[in-house]
């Protein structure tokens, strides 16, 4: 018998009483041409546990139809995969499916958002806009840099995606994918390592050059991977290029972007770009 289950964070019954099983799908972010990276986890509910992951399972991935790929989950739940996606930029649906030994399949859908790797980027931390209050300032700012052609990209910890898709339209806020990020580093607080899939996003997108928002742990994340950092507000423990809300900050950045004269932003520098905002300013 075939159980076919479509949804986004969807729990499908495929090995009994004890055996709900959760696939969770990230956003995925692929640079115009190239495929995207897609990590998707595999969880199962026991009764005497909340969800472990399920390792040995096969999963098929695809964005484009008939193009799909397949990986097997890691003992940690995760699969990951190369999944070919279109040349045109926009948003396109993720979709993954799993079948047991039974049988039976489930389906999962996400989000796989391809961007042009020549148009400048900005990530937002999740944090200066979370709030409706928060949200309402930044939206008319953020929506004028996206009618100019900057990318937008946000940045959150713990957040699901889907309801993070439905908070942005709610509030008129340009869509963009929800990337994850988190940080590690020794006891000391040396050797920052900064986790998620921003890190991925970043290094495919030599693009996405600046980050932006009110906290010090993403600005000092969003510099270990060599962006500007641009504090929204200001009082923070770091010297960054700061700004006092998100219209000062896009005026600013349209400014720095006529200053620089580039189209094709993947050739153009961190210190460049810092170097435009700074005289952007005056």
Not at 256 to 273: C, I, N, P
Request: glycine share 8%.
């Amino acid at each position: 018998m075939l159980k076919m289950l479509c949804g986004v964070f969807l729990a499908a019954v495929l090995a009994g009483c004890s055996g709900q099983v959760t696939i969770t799908v990230p956003d995925a972010v692929a640079a115009s041409p190239a495929d995207a990276p897609v990590a998707v986890r595999l969880q199962q509910q026991e009764f005497w546990k909340l969800q472990v992951p399920v390792e040995g399972a096969l999963l098929r991935m695809s964005v484009v139809p008939d193009n799909t790929r397949a990986a097997y989950t890691r003992a940690d739940g995760y699969a990951s995969a190369a999944v070919p996606a279109p040349a045109e930029p926009g948003r396109y649906v993720l979709t993954v499916m799993l079948q047991d030994h039974r049988g039976d399949e489930a389906c999962q859908t996400g989000t796989c958002y391809v961007l042009d790797p020549n148009r400048l980027a900005v990530v937002i931390d999740w944090e200066a806009i979370e709030d409706d209050d928060q949200a309402r300032q930044a939206a008319e700012p953020l929506a004028r840099l996206a009618r100019a052609g900057v990318q937008i990209v946000y940045a959150a910890t713990g957040t699901d995606p889907c309801q993070a898709h439905r908070f942005l339209a709610d509030q008129g806020l340009p869509d963009g994918p929800v990337l994850s990020w988190g940080t590690k580093s020794n006891w000391r607080g040396k050797h920052l390592q900064v986790t998620g899939s921003l890190p991925t996003a970043r290094s495919q997108l030599p693009a996405l050059l600046i980050a932006a928002g009110p906290e010090d742990d993403f600005l000092r994340a969003a510099e270990k991977l060599n962006m500007l950092a641009i504090s929204i507000g200001a009082g923070r423990e770091r010297e960054y290029i700061e700004v006092p809300d998100f219209a000062a900050f896009a005026d600013r950045l349209l400014a720095a972007e006529g200053l620089l004269g580039e189209k094709d932003f993947k050739t153009v520098s961190t210190d460049a770009v810092g170097d435009a905002m700074r005289r952007s300013s005056k």
